[in-house]
T-cell receptor, first 114, second 111 residues
Framework: DAGVIQSPRHEVTEMGQEVTLRCKPI?????LFWYRQTMMRGLELLIY????????DSGMPEDRFSAKMPNASFSTLKIQPSEPRDSAVYFC????????????FGPGTRLTVL | GENVEQHPSTLSVQEGDSAVIKCTYS??????FPWYKQELGKRPQLIID?????GEKKDQRIAVTLNKTAKHFSLHITETQPEDSAVYFC??????????FGKGTHLIIQP
């Protein structure tokens, strides 16, 4: 398996634009997590899915953020409209179980909002 | 929900010395405690983990200890080397709520 795949690796956009981040989890993993990492706040869990169903989205900062998982091999995180404070590295991770086993992280997407 | 505190935020040690990073957690239901290493510009990767039925686990130069009564766990790195320089994250979980991560420790190995 190629591991967790994320695209794009880098995204530079202007304030107000829509941004879509993509993730392909490891095949067979039932759980998918979206994290945001900044120097100030560390690694924050935004949302996670179990078998394509969103379980906990309490970490999503506001309505500008939305996430979907239309099938077991694909998820998106969308920011609309984007703001400079959304600049961060966004990681996707997958695992076999929710909190009791290793989470495998993707390479991350570095987002810069000008 | 779970709350994980990690200390120190930065740790500088001489090459060859030992490094210790400590974490505390709040939810007594947590039973899985992994440690991740993140090198600059890379993704976090698991280096060692421990479950609540074990008090200590070792893997070559790294070890993790767990005190469930006190709700704290620690990472120990012996004979530190330059390649140990990175940010280390502890986490706690085990239920249906995923993992909660600490804020990270920037470990600097001085030559």
């Amino acid at each position: 398996d190629a591991g967790v795949i994320q695209s794009p690796r880098h995204e530079v956009t202007e304030m107000g634009q829509e941004v879509t981040l993509r993730c392909k989890p490891i095949s067979g993993h039932d759980y998918l997590f979206w994290y945001r990492q900044t120097m100030m706040r560390g690694l924050e869990l935004l949302i996670y899915f179990n078998n394509n169903v969103p379980i906990d989205d309490s970490g999503m900062p506001e309505d500008r953020f939305s996430a979907k998982m239309p099938n077991a091999s694909f998820s998106t995180l969308k920011i609309q409209p984007s703001e400079p404070r959304d600049s961060a590295v966004y990681f996707c991770a997958s695992s076999l179980v929710a909190g009791g086993d290793e989470q495998f992280f993707g390479p991350g997407t570095r987002l810069t909002v000008l | 929900g779970e709350n994980v505190e990690q200390h120190p935020s930065t740790l500088s040690v001489q090459e060859g010395d030992s490094a210790v990073i400590k974490c505390t957690y709040s939810d007594s239901a947590s039973n899985y405690f992994p440690w991740y290493k993140q090198e600059l510009g890379k993704r976090p990767q698991l280096i060692i983990d421990i479950r609540s039925n074990v008090g200590e686990k070792k893997d070559q130069r790294i070890a993790v200890t767990l005190n469930k009564t006190a709700k704290h766990f620690s990472l120990h790195i012996t004979e530190t080397q330059p390649e140990d320089s990175a940010v280390y994250f502890c986490a706690a979980g085990g239920g249906a709520d995923g993992l909660t991560f600490g804020k990270g420790t920037h470990l600097i190995i001085q030559p």
